[in-house]
């Protein structure tokens, strides 16, 4: 099994910027999906970004595309969420989860957070002036 911990949340004003770091261990030689969800509360969790962690390919929600980038580092099992260009809306708890196949599915937008079988912690991010 793999064991995901998110870090980097913190309150940003509007435009800023985080990063977000999601490490994991345990069961990391697997390539898996690596997707970021964010929740805001009385609401389901959304996708927001995912990353194949094989051949690197990226899929981004609407609401995010050209401010947020998901990159990884594999020699630290580390994955990251840039996000630029922040928006009072962005307010949310954050978290990384695995899909446990080659692929993530496509439109993170569309993605149903029961299908992911390992989550982090969270992490929040407050965007406010």
């Known amino acids: 099994q793999v064991q995901l911990a998110e870090s980097g949340g913190g309150s940003v004003q509007p435009g800023g910027s985080l990063r977000l770091s999601c490490a994991a261990s345990g069961d990391t030689h697997s390539s898996n999906c690596l997707g970021w969800f964010r929740q805001t509360p009385g609401k389901e969790r959304e996708g927001v970004a995912g990353l194949d962690v094989g051949n690197g390919a990226t899929y981004l929600a609407d609401s995010v595309k050209g401010r947020f980038t998901v990159s990884q580092d594999n020699a630290k099992n580390t994955y990251y969420l840039q996000m630029n260009s922040l928006k009072p809306e962005d307010t949310a708890m954050y978290y990384c989860?695995?899909?446990?196949?080659?692929?993530?599915?496509?439109?993170?937008?569309?993605?149903?957070?029961?299908?992911?079988?390992?989550w982090g912690q969270g992490t929040l991010v407050t965007v406010a002036s």
């Open positions: 989860a695995r899909f446990p196949f080659y692929r993530c599915p496509e439109l993170p937008g569309s993605w149903a957070y029961r299908d992911f079988d390992a």
